[in-house]
């Protein structure tokens, strides 16, 4: 009686871990939209971030850090970027930014920025006339934008950029709010608390109007050494002069 009571118990843990495991990939599989739930190019850059550009983000203060995070930072270290974007239609690039960074209660935490998986949601993600790039993702919290900055022009012949570029990221939250969040990407968003337009018009976003963001973006950090061919998983063309 007594091994059958013992036999009882241990088919019933292993129901009960078989459940809790059940639930832990319900959970990865029902994720927030921007949440990737796969690694590679414009995807997830994986448990060694080994897909897309990395870079360190040096940030401008804690307190800002603390407001994108929306939790209270006390010495975060290793805070870091990486840029994993591909070609979607015509010079038109999106993908996932996530950026990564220690902390003494949490540990190691990544955030995912997704820009979206179609041309029309990345149509403002762009190379500009002056050779810069910026674009807008997005996560449950806010948006960020990206603006990278070749350090010396191309070579020409379509090489327009060199290879290694520095860059900024900026931030707006979305603030407290019960609203419901849009079905669209927010920066389709022309009214309310999920607005997270730069470059304002009344048909949308003039995403050649400027580099850097208006509209009460703020400063999150920057980087330098961000090598773009990996950045952009070889989908643009890049001075080969420092092809490290």
């Known amino acids: 009686m007594k091994l059958y009571k013992?036999?009882?118990?241990?088919?019933?843990?292993?129901?009960?871990?078989?459940?809790?495991?059940?639930?832990?990939?319900?959970?990865?599989e029902d994720a927030a939209p921007h949440i990737p739930t796969v690694s590679g190019p414009g995807q997830e850059p994986g448990d060694d971030w080994q897909w897309g550009g990395t870079a360190k983000l040096n940030i401008q203060n804690i307190p800002l850090f603390s407001e994108y995070t929306t939790r209270p930072m006390n010495n975060p270290t290793q805070i870091s970027i990486n840029v994993n974007l591909t070609k979607y239609g015509q010079d038109k690039y999106g993908g996932y930014i996530t950026i990564g960074y220690y902390d003494n209660i949490e540990g190691w935490t990544e955030g995912y920025f997704t820009?979206?998986?179609?041309?029309r949601e990345v149509q403002y993600n762009v190379w500009l006339s002056n050779d810069d790039f910026h674009g807008f993702f997005q996560d449950d919290l806010g948006a960020l934008i990206l603006v990278i900055t070749p350090?010396?022009?191309g070579t020409g012949d379509g090489q327009r950029v060199h290879n290694i570029a520095k860059g900024s990221v900026w931030f707006k939250n979305f603030g407290l709010t019960y609203a419901p969040k849009p079905p669209t990407k927010c920066w389709f968003v022309s009214l309310g608390p999920y607005d997270c337009r730069a470059w304002k018009t009344k048909r949308g976003v003039e995403t050649e109007r400027a580099t850097d963001p208006d509209s009460g973006y703020r400063l999150l950090g920057t980087f330098n050494g961000l090598n773009l061919k990996k950045a952009f998983n070889?989908?643009?063309e890049v001075s080969e002069d420092n092809p490290n």
């Open 151 to 153: 350090t010396k022009p």
């Open 6 to 28: 013992n036999i009882l118990i241990v088919l019933t843990s292993l129901v009960i871990l078989a459940g809790c495991a059940s639930e832990k990939k319900k959970k990865h």
């Open 115 to 119: 820009s979206g998986t179609t041309e």
């Open 234 to 236: 070889n989908e643009i």
